[in-house]
């Protein structure tokens, strides 16, 4: 399996508070890995340095192949944010809209081929089963409909990778479930890499094939079939602190750092 994300004695730090201390791992193509932790463990901040919304202080990151310093195919990579997008029901732009803005770059194209494009908005609706939606304002969508056309936005661009910082804070159980789903779908059947940040860990062990487990500044990374997530959160319960969770490493599991 060819890595598409490899990350090697990475350390950050805001300012003098250092966040993540000389980490190495990588992720390989059509991964679906979750990434665990405590609150302020550092999840939040490896996806910005992985999409290059952060620099690291030391060390490297390459995106498919490429040095992240002078990568350039950041439409291979799809990002989908914490918190659904609270728009309104007012908000004038249409799912159609949305998704079409994700196109900008190719508008001089687009006035060629704009049968094309619209059919390719079209299959991503189809994808993400949102087809009913195309012309209803996304501010009428549900929190859990929103984000899935998000994630049609992201897929326009045939990405490898997509990568979520908890996409589903706030959307009812039903909708998650849907969710997990349409992510698996993607990984499955169109071998999308998939890196998510989550507390659910219990949805996560349904889904996700590596764990990357986060505190104190390091990351640990376990096969998904090997951890043993009853062990991990009973470890944590009640404990907000930045360590690394005592809890049982498992054999295949490699310290990454
Ligand atoms: N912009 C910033 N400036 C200074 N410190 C920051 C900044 N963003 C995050 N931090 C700190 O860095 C640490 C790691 O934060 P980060 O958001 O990466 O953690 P996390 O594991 O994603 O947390 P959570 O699960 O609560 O979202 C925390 O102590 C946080 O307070």
């Known amino acids: 399996m060819s890595q598409i994300i490899k990350v090697k004695n990475l350390s950050f730090n805001y300012e003098d508070k250092y966040v993540l201390k000389n980490i190495s791992l990588d992720i390989n193509k059509g991964d679906f890995v979750a990434f665990i932790g405590p609150n302020g463990s550092g ?76 059919t390719k908005i079209d299959r991503v609706l189809e994808l993400v089963d949102m087809s009913d939606y195309k ?23 045939d990405p490898e990778m997509i990568f979520l910082d908890e996409p589903l804070v706030g ?25 998510m940040i989550s507390h659910d860990i219990y949805v996560i062990s349904d ?5 990357l487990c986060f505190g104190d500044g390091k990351v640990f990374s376990h096969a998904a079939d090997e951890f043993d997530y009853i062990s991990y ?11 690394i969770p005592k809890h049982q490493h498992q054999r295949g599991d490699s310290e990454c750092c």
Do not use: H
């Open 135 to 157: 012309y209803q304002k996304i501010g009428e969508l549900s929190g859990g409909q929103q984000q899935r056309i998000f994630i049609a936005r992201t897929l326009i661009t």
């Open 207 to 211: 889904q996700a094939n590596k764990i």
């Open 43 to 118: 999840k939040s901040t490896l996806l910005k340095l992985l999409i290059g919304d952060l620099k690291a202080t030391k060390g490297r990151i390459e995106l498919l192949g490429e040095p992240i310093k002078s990568f350039k195919e950041w439409d291979k990579v799809g990002y989908i944010s914490q918190k659904v997008r609270d728009f309104n029901s007012s908000f004038p732009a249409t799912v159609k809209e949305i998704i079409g803005a994700a196109l900008y770059q190719q508008m001089g194209l687009f006035k060629v081929l704009s049968k094309k494009l619209e």
């Open 171 to 195: 959307v009812d159980a039903k909708s998650q479930d849907d969710f997990y789903q349409l992510l698996s779908k993607l990984n499955k059947e169109l071998g999308i890499t998939i890196v």
């Open 233 to 243: 959160l009973n470890q944590i319960k009640g404990d907000n602190s930045t360590l």
